[in-house]
């Protein structure tokens, strides 16, 4: 079981980067894959990158292939997505995720298991 608490979303320029952090509760955190969502207003929920256990295996969906990068630090028991050259369609409300199955579930929500409230980011064109 774990919580998971967001930070570092804001308002950006396009072209600028924000490093997102989702700090996670417990002593079990390296037993989840991880991963990043994002809602923007009137959308679906969709997947953004996820990232196994040990670290060692990442996927991110084409829309942030090239720019964001998921990482997570199991010592700190936190997860990260460094997003850079921000473009005004990356609006939106970011979700750590948390799942004890198989990272290469995670591309679907159904199978999350824990959500973190949600941070906002805002890219300015």
């Known amino acids: 079981q774990v919580q998971l608490v967001e930070s570092g979303g804001g308002l950006v320029q396009a072209g600028g980067s924000l490093r997102l952090s989702c700090a996670a509760s417990?002593?079990?955190?390296?037993?989840?894959?991880m991963g990043w969502f994002r809602q923007a207003p009137g959308k679906v929920r969709e997947f953004v990158a996820a990232?196994?256990?040990?670290?060692?295996?990442?996927y991110y969906a084409d829309s942030g292939k090239g720019r964001f990068t998921i990482s997570r630090d199991n010592a700190k028991n936190t997860l990260y997505l460094q997003m850079n050259s921000l473009k005004s369609e990356d609006t939106a409300v970011y979700y750590c995720a948390a799942s004890r199955s198989s990272v290469a579930t995670m591309a679907l929500s159904r199978n999350v298991e824990v959500w973190g409230q949600g941070t906002l980011v805002t890219v300015s064109s």
């Open positions: 990232i196994s256990w040990s670290g060692g295996t990442t």
């Open positions: 417990g002593r079990t955190f390296s037993a989840y894959a």
